[in-house]
């Protein structure tokens, strides 16, 4: 393994997690994602030369004492590496994850229940919507019975302006070529 510095055009891998620093925009990102590719890069050099430590401290014998300083310095200097391009990346991991990679547990753990929680409290406000919906329709029955020509008359302001919304959304969707606009995914 070679102490070089990091390759500046290597590619990010994936990004997840990586938050870009500052307004650039895109251009913040992409710096982010590269610099994350570094450390990536350097994390993996780091490994190489803690083996490559490994066994010459396992096959430790006086004519190895050059090569293991060697190596030794190698190691410090990657690190220091490593440290100083970490510094451009914001990666914010919880410390649930943390705790979980600590306690020698699987991280997809923590991915699994938050999953599930948000399951969990998205099936309860359906069930708030669904029952508020009922509620209203039960409303509109006993209203109606009370009060035919008033409902008649919130239901038709209802429709013009569902209408008016619906005509409002496509108007501001459409182009002056008649176009729909398509959002950017990010």
Known sequence: MDNAAPNPSATAAAGNGVQASGAGGEGAEDASKQNLAQVTSSIQRTLGLLHQLNLTVSS???ASQLPLLQRLNGLVSELDTMQKLAEGCNIQVPMEVVILIDDG???D???RDVLNSCIAKNQVTKGKTDAFKSLRMHLLEELEQAFPEDVEAYREIRATAAAESKRLAQ???????????VKAEH
């Open 105 to 107: 547990k699987n991280p």
């Open 60 to 62: 430790f014998n006086s």
């Open 171 to 181: 108007s501001q969707s459409n182009l002056p070529n008649g176009d729909a606009k």
């Open 109 to 111: 753990e923590f991915t």
